[in-house]
């Protein structure tokens, strides 16, 4: 029903920026929440930033000041804007969407911070 194509993943020196970009489409009008996620090896996935349908935005902690998340309706893209980024960043980075009671996963694009 909804598919997540994402890009914008690289290796970037610590203290660099990166912005990844998730394109949206099928039943995108259904879509109340999309977000970033990500996942280093050995560890859990975590949520990184979110951004509602109304355009309110959550972040963790670990990433606030650092990271936006936005959106271009027009193209159907959220974007997540990382500057300032800390090797503990390195992860791999997945583009999320939220219809009411089902979640969408992107592919998963690889962030490298290099020190």
């Known amino acids: 029903q909804v598919q997540l194509v994402e890009s914008g993943g690289g290796l970037v020196q610590a203290g660099g920026s990166l912005r990844l970009s998730c394109a949206a489409s099928?039943?995108?009008?259904?879509?109340?929440?999309m977000g970033w996620y990500r996942q280093a090896p050995g560890k859990q996935r975590e949520l990184v930033a979110q951004i509602t349908s109304g355009g309110s935005t959550n972040y963790a902690d670990s990433v606030k000041g650092r990271f936006t998340i936005s959106r271009e309706s027009a193209k159907n893209t959220v974007y997540l804007q990382m500057n300032s980024l800390k090797p503990e960043d390195t992860a791999v980075y997945y583009c999320?969407?939220?219809?009411?009671?089902?979640?969408?996963w992107g592919q998963g694009t690889q962030v490298t911070v290099s020190s």
């Open positions: 999320n969407a939220i219809i009411p009671g089902f979640h969408y």
């Open positions: 099928g039943s995108i009008f259904s879509i109340n929440v």
